[in-house]
């Protein structure tokens, strides 16, 4: 009796101190390095097409060093690319050496529910923010004449005293020949993981 009363002891205790559930499994562009969280981020949410429009929300963020910014996508099939504020709708490794593995989400198609509720992709994509400066970004998507060319960029920490403004940005996306250009090679620079919140209000 005592016996097996230790050994259930035991074996409660053995649970109370189990390794916690196993991080969720990332994957990316081949050879990427795994990603760990070993600390908890900062997390900015930012939703591409929201309420039907070519849009992401919100287009303006202020991230800090370190932190992460989630990109969630609704439908119809959006995507997030890093530009260069001069070279808008292209992505920045075309035009910047230094940023060879600048950032693409990949296309992520979402077909909207038939009764008109809301829903969003399976996936997200995570970018980290690596220094402080501007971060300009739009959608890949080239239909309907380029969703960058119809505006649909944003920034991440903008600086406000400058005149490198995202309306500025945006402007100069609409003169840009479309389709908007994509990068060669699929997914990178981020992470492309399971949606942690696939029921949020958005
Ligand atoms: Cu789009």
């Not at 997030?80 to 593995?101: H, I, K, Q, T, Y």
Request: charged share 15%.
């Amino acid at each position: 009796m005592y016996f097996t009363t230790l050994t259930t002891l035991l074996t409660l205790a053995a649970s109370a101190l189990a390794a916690p559930a196993p991080a969720p499994t990332y994957h990316n562009w081949p050879g990427a390095p795994t990603k760990t969280y070993t600390a908890p981020r900062i997390t900015h949410t930012v939703v591409a097409g929201r309420g039907g429009q070519l849009r992401f929300d919100p287009e303006n963020v202020v991230a800090e060093v370190g932190s992460i910014v989630e990109f969630h996508f609704l439908p119809a099939n959006h995507s997030v690319v890093e530009a260069a504020f001069n070279a808008p709708c292209r992505p920045r490794s075309d035009v910047d050496p230094a940023a060879p593995n600048s950032f693409f989400s990949g296309f992520f198609p979402v077909t909207p529910n038939p009764d008109g509720s809301l829903c969003q992709s399976e996936e997200v994509f995570q970018i980290e923010v690596k220094d402080d400066k501007p971060i300009w970004y739009y959608c890949g998507q080239p239909g309907g004449g380029g969703h960058c060319q119809r505006g649909m960029v944003g920034v991440i920490n903008q600086r406000f005293d400058t005149p490198f403004t995202l309306e500025k940005f945006r402007q100069e996306a609409a003169k840009v020949p479309p389709p908007p250009g994509l990068p060669a090679g699929g997914v990178r620079g981020g992470w492309r993981i399971p949606n942690p919140n696939p029921l949020g209000g958005f």
